[in-house]
């Protein structure tokens, strides 16, 4: 089987993330939470490849330690979406047309119905503005995205012989939706588990952006941006790189999303044949 | 048709009343005394017991939800407490700026991503479609108010073509006004446009794979005909819905770029109400939102059954 | 003088030739066949001549039509062919119209696209034509859209769509497939019918011998890309010098040969039996809707006896055959194995003696599980799995006709017809005593079809298992069954042993079904001898 191109190159834009975001644990070329005032808002160079910011900072280590923050924000935040959503949706499609799916699909309309920035940031202000309550105010929002795929992968399984077959075998439905249902529909579970990763560092990004995520001295992106807001006509090196950041983290991950699509829908696989 | 809108309007109804629960109950449990909350750390007693009156916070919790909803059905929003103006002329204020900010960037949005979407799909694989899938791509990748900061940077600081924030108010003129809220509409369509243009693609795509359009072609009709008179309606039903969550996604997703621009709208109004802790202007600019969103959603299934006649005349 | 005249006409998608230097003519107002299993090329070669084959098809040779060239044209002047000079038809009725455009309009569009009309006299048109294929104006209005007809109704809107400007060569490709017998054999009248009446050709693609028999002028034979066979149909079916056109129309009318046994003691009992299933749920909290499939249905399934079912679709068989197998529960009647009643709640041991083969081969078998997993799923209803379970498998794979190592691959790495195998050795890995078959041939291929049949009587006689063979298929079903069940309307309407039952039916619908069935033609019985 070829490996999609795309999924190359997304894999290979968000491993250089990832690995960043690891070796800032061992490793960064500056100590982020020391101040020097003496370098600040140097641009691009030799020593300071990202140049520093309005406090001295390495902009390149803050990148560094930053990916820390969007990559672990946005990983709970699907686990809380997968973790949740799909046991609802599975539980929705066994019972097709039953009451505990009429309600989970009218759940999942209402959640959709409630503009998702807003409350997480009611969520963050009210229960105070950090890492974890964003994280909880993101990942509410993926349950019904997980819920909404599983139960929609699970109902056309449902339809399809060998289910029938299981029942005929003596299964019950618990037991086919973990055993049949639950390996087919992966495919589709990990392909939008990559774009909702992918919406999630934008989420992230956006709440520390108006100061609703991870608290300083913690460096994130979002953060990165707001405090380069003020200095942009000077010294618009600060925005570039964080914001740059955002985007290939992002790309790389929704190219994934694409190639990880390619490679293990078997319609689509079928299809090329 | 008729019975198709009632079904569908006694679901909004339903969906109303939940959302509103839901929020109110969101204001309940925040921990403590919402009074308390609202002063801060160093309020006096005789404060907070004048706001919790004003609040009327010593009715029972049906009892309050009912006086909240009835105030919401006659136009009474309460009164800001930070602001000290009733919440409905808040609102409306900030409204006159919001919703062309929000209409703005939807026409934006499909103006350009109809053409795209259908060009792409119409050259599939070829130059043209590589060229739209990879700028999408990447439209998709970049945060709105990174591209607003850049926007900023280039068009207000560098060439100065655009203030770089701020509205002057209807009142100082249209073209003043509007060329206040094109860079922002412009930094909110943009991700917005790769989104749909994709959309709109493979939606394009998916018809043009269904057995009519193989019937379409067999009655003589070019691959070009056969996307007009056939696919372009089969194509946007699911084109519709993404347009409609869009609308309120703007509407209410609007808050950083407001912030960036430093824009009077509504997403600013409600921010500031939060981190100010005004509850009450909170609460029903919230379900002011949601009430949007669901009733442009039921707009939309209207707007299905109008193109498709499967949903009209079933039931 | 010939209408259409192709030669050497070859195609290939990339490096798979897919059509093999086809040469034949079609003469104006003949039925022309063209027949072969599937993979054969035969839908292919319409869609090349339509100029309507897949983008990175590469096509050769030359095709004439009306002595002006059709291979190769510029996309407008195919245009100004197709629909005008050459209408075409295609297998599935259900998706082939636009669902949100009326069928008046989508008929008028054939008139008004190639500038015959406008659009006012089109839709005037439209509805004579309409007329024609028997949708006449009183309760076919213009402006129904295609969700309000039955699948042979639409199938009827394409035939008006494809004759609306009286092309001279209508192209059918498996034209009834998808439909019912009865629906079936009115499609086909009405083609021959427009054939007489409006002196047009018409190519008739299909896979089944029978309807070729009954209606073609001239007849080719398709196999891998090739044409192995022409000529006028009587002479080709009588000397059917090619041995894949024999072994072809042996497998068509295909009986196996099966010992005849003596009833014995009743195994299945069915009582009675109500079932119905439900429909949508109108109103959050409202009580759904039912639909009642299965009225009234009583029979009785001995030891080893092969009792068929058969009836069209949405008589109920499918509903009856869960309510069978204790997957659904009835509204009224009962339903006894071995005395014991059979419903959702009924004992593991008892489900035992009960299993199924299922029509598709494709959606039978979870795809990520090996064959070995597959076959030996039905141990889930014996307290523990037995721990010699792959010797039973590899038994069970032999028996009919696999290897044992077959057991060790995954589904994809099988056909069509390996695959109905492995479903019949999931069926026997506990040793039913009845097995239902629920249109377990109907997806396939007629040789492939042949060779199944022959292994299910070999079992059966072999093991004296009893089956209950659901089909819509009367021709399958006269040749394995003893015993027949004639389905309508959720109830059963005449059973009886099965020659008694096709020779001299006694209700109404059973002659309906057995006229509307196309029929081989008689061949001398040398024909019918293997060729090895």
Same mark, same amino acid.
């Given at each position: ?13 968000? @491993?250089?993330?990832?690995? /960043? ?23 691009? #160079?030799?020593?300071?490849?990202? #140049? ?19 990559? +672990? ?15 609802? @949706? ?56 997980? +819920?909404?795929?599983?139960?929609? #992968? ?10 029938? +077959? /299981?029942?005929?075998?003596?299964? @019950? ?48 992106? #979002? ?51 | ?315 | ?96 119209? $636009? ?89 086909? $009248?009405?083609?021959?019918?427009? %054939? ?163 029509? $598709? ?83 396939? $291929? ?46 059963? %309407? ?39």
């Amino acid at each position: 089987m070829r490996v999609p191109r795309t999924l190359i190159i997304g894999a290979a834009l968000f @491993g250089m993330f990832l690995a /960043a975001a690891l070796l800032s644990y061992l490793w960064t070329p500056f100590d982020v939470t020391a101040l020097d005032i003496a370098a600040r808002l140097r641009p691009p #160079g030799a020593v300071h490849w990202f #140049g520093t910011d309005h406090f001295g900072r390495d902009i390149f280590s803050m990148i560094m330690v930053g990916a820390r923050t969007s990559i +672990a924000v946005a990983i709970v935040a699907v686990a809380i979406g997968i973790g949740i959503g799909t046991p609802l @949706g599975l539980a929705a499609a066994a019972r097709h047309g039953g009451l505990l799916d009429e309600i989970v699909m009218r759940g999942n309309d209402l959640v959709f119905a409630f503009p998702s920035l807003v409350i997480a940031i009611l969520i963050t202000a009210v229960f105070g503005p950090s890492a974890l309550n964003a994280i909880i105010a993101i990942g509410i929002f993926n349950i019904p995205v997980f +819920a909404r795929i599983a139960r929609s #992968g699970a109902v056309s399984l449902w339809t399809l012989d060998y289910i029938l +077959a /299981a029942r005929v075998a003596g299964k @019950g439905r618990l037991r086919i939706s973990i055993e049949h249902i639950l390996p087919n529909i992966a495919n589709l579970l990990i392909v939008q588990g990559t774009i909702q990763f992918s919406l999630g560092i934008l989420a992230e990004a956006a709440l520390s952006y108006v100061g609703l995520g991870a608290q300083p001295p913690t460096p994130s992106w #979002g953060r990165m941006l707001a405090d380069s807001q003020t200095m942009i006509s000077f010294a618009p090196h600060m925005a570039l790189f964080p914001g740059l950041a955002i985007v290939l983290a992002v790309l790389g991950l929704n190219l994934m999303g694409d190639g990880l699509r390619d490679l293990l829908d078997p319609h689509l696989r079928r299809w090329r044949q | 048709m008729l019975r198709f809108v009632a079904t569908r309007l006694s679901s909004l109804v339903l969906s109303l009343l939940v959302a509103s629960i839901v929020i109110f109950a969101v204001i309940e449990v925040i921990p403590g005394d919402p009074a308390a909350y609202m002063l801060g750390l160093n309020a006096e007693p005789s404060a907070v017991a004048a706001l919790r009156d004003q609040l009327g916070l010593n009715g029972s919790v049906p009892l309050r939800y009912l006086h909240w909803i009835a105030g919401l059905m006659t136009g009474d929003f309460g009164v800001s407490y930070t602001y000290r103006v009733p919440v409905a002329t808040l609102i409306a204020a900030r409204l006159w700026v919001s919703l062309p900010l929000a209409l703005f960037a939807l026409a934006l949005s499909t103006l350009i991503a109809f053409p795209v979407g259908l060009l792409a799909a119409a050259r599939r694989g070829r130059p043209a479609d590589l060229a739209v899938m990879g700028t999408t791509q990447l439209g998709i990748a970049v945060p709105n108010f990174w591209f607003a900061m850049l926007l900023v940077l280039i068009f207000a600081i560098r060439l100065r073509w655009f203030p770089a924030g701020g509205f002057p108010g209807w009142d100082q003129g249209l073209w003043v006004s509007l060329k206040a809220l094109l860079l922002p509409a412009v930094a909110l369509a943009l991700p917005q446009a790769s989104i749909l243009a994709r959309i709109m693609r493979s939606s394009v795509l998916d018809t043009l794979g269904q057995d009519y359009i193989r019937t379409a072609r067999a009655k003589g009709m070019t691959r070009a005909q056969a996307i007009r008179r056939h696919a372009l309606k089969n194509a946007l039903i699911p084109v519709l819905t993404i347009i409609g969550m869009q609308f309120s996604f703007l509407l209410a997703g609007a808050i950083i770029i407001e912030n960036v621009f430093f824009l009077p709208g509504l997403g600013r109004l409600i921010f500031q109400a939060i981190t100010q802790r005004d509850l009450i202007v909170v609460e029903s600019s919230v379900m002011l939102l949601v009430f949007a969103v669901i009733t442009v959603n039921f707009v939309v299934d209207i707007a299905y059954a109008a193109v498709d006649p499967r949903l009209r005349r079933r039931r | 003088m010939t209408l259409l005249s192709v030669r050497d006409l070859s195609l290939s998608i990339g490096a798979l030739p897919v059509l093999d230097r086809l040469s034949f003519d079609i003469r104006p107002g003949e039925v022309f066949g063209v027949v072969g299993e599937s993979g054969s090329g035969k839908s292919m070669t319409a869609l090349a001549l339509m100029g309507l084959a897949p983008e990175s098809a590469r096509v050769s040779g030359e095709a004439r039509f009306e002595g002006r060239p059709l291979i190769g044209l510029a996309e407008r002047d195919i245009c100004a062919i197709r629909g005008a000079g050459i209408g075409m038809i295609f297998q599935e009725p259900m998706s082939a119209l $636009d669902p949100v455009q009326t069928i008046g309009a989508q008929v008028a569009e054939t008139l008004v696209i190639h500038g015959r009309m406008n659009r006012r006299e089109a839709l005037q048109a439209a509805r004579a034509r309409l007329d024609r294929v028997g949708l006449p104006a009183a309760r076919f209005p213009l402006d129904l859209y295609p969700h309000e007809l039955s699948g042979g109704q639409r199938q009827r809107v394409c035939i008006a769509m494809a004759i609306a400007l009286r092309p001279r060569l209508l192209i059918a490709d498996e034209p009834t497939t998808a439909l019912d017998v009865t629906t079936q054999a009115q499609i086909l $009248d009405l083609l021959k019918s427009l %054939v007489e009446d409006e002196g047009m050709a018409l190519m008739l693609i299909t896979h089944d011998l029978a309807v070729v028999s009954g209606i073609a002028d001239r007849v080719a034979v398709m196999q891998r890309g090739r044409i192995i066979e022409a000529g006028p149909t009587g002479d080709v079916f009588r000397n059917m010098r090619h041995p894949y056109t024999r072994a072809l129309f042996r497998a068509s009318g295909h009986v196996p040969a099966r010992s005849r046994r003596s009833a014995g003691q009743p195994i299945l009992e069915v009582r009675d039996v109500h079932c119905s299933y439900g429909g949508g749920r109108r109103r959050l909290f409202g009580k759904a809707t039912r639909i009642r499939a299965v009225r009234g249905v009583s029979f009785t399934l001995h030891k080893g006896e092969n009792l068929g079912l058969v009836g069209e679709s949405g008589c109920g068989k499918s509903t009856l055959s869960r309510a069978i197998l204790g997957l659904e529960p009835l509204q009224g009647g009962e339903i006894r194995l071995f005395g014991r009643p059979v419903g959702p709640r009924m004992d593991a041991r008892d489900r035992a003696a009960l299993q199924v083969v299922f029509q $598709d081969p494709y959606g039978s078998f979870n795809p990520r599980w090996k064959v070995a997993r597959l076959v030996a799923e039905p141990f889930n209803l014996l307290p523990t799995r037995p721990r010699d379970w792959r010797t039973h498998v590899a038994e069970a794979l032999e028996s009919v006709g696999l290897k044992a190592t077959d057991m060790d691959r995954y589904i994809h790495e099988f056909s069509g017809g390996q695959r109905q195998r492995i479903a019949i050795a999931r069926a026997l890995i506990l040793r039913p005593e009845l097995i239902v078959l629920d249109e377990a041939v109907s997806a396939l $291929d007629v040789s492939i079809r042949a060779q199944i049949l022959d292994l299910l009587a070999d079992l059966s006689d072999r093991l004296d298992l009893g089956y209950l063979f659901i089909s819509h298929d009367l021709g399958v079903v006269r040749a394995i069954t003893d015993r027949v069940l004639v389905m309508k309307d959720g109830e059963i %309407v005449e059973q009886g042993p099965t020659e008694q039952l096709f020779t001299a039916p006694r209700h109404a619908y059973t002659r309906k079904l057995i006229a509307a069935t196309p029929r081989l033609p008689e061949i001398p019985t040398r024909m019918m001898q293997d060729d090895n």
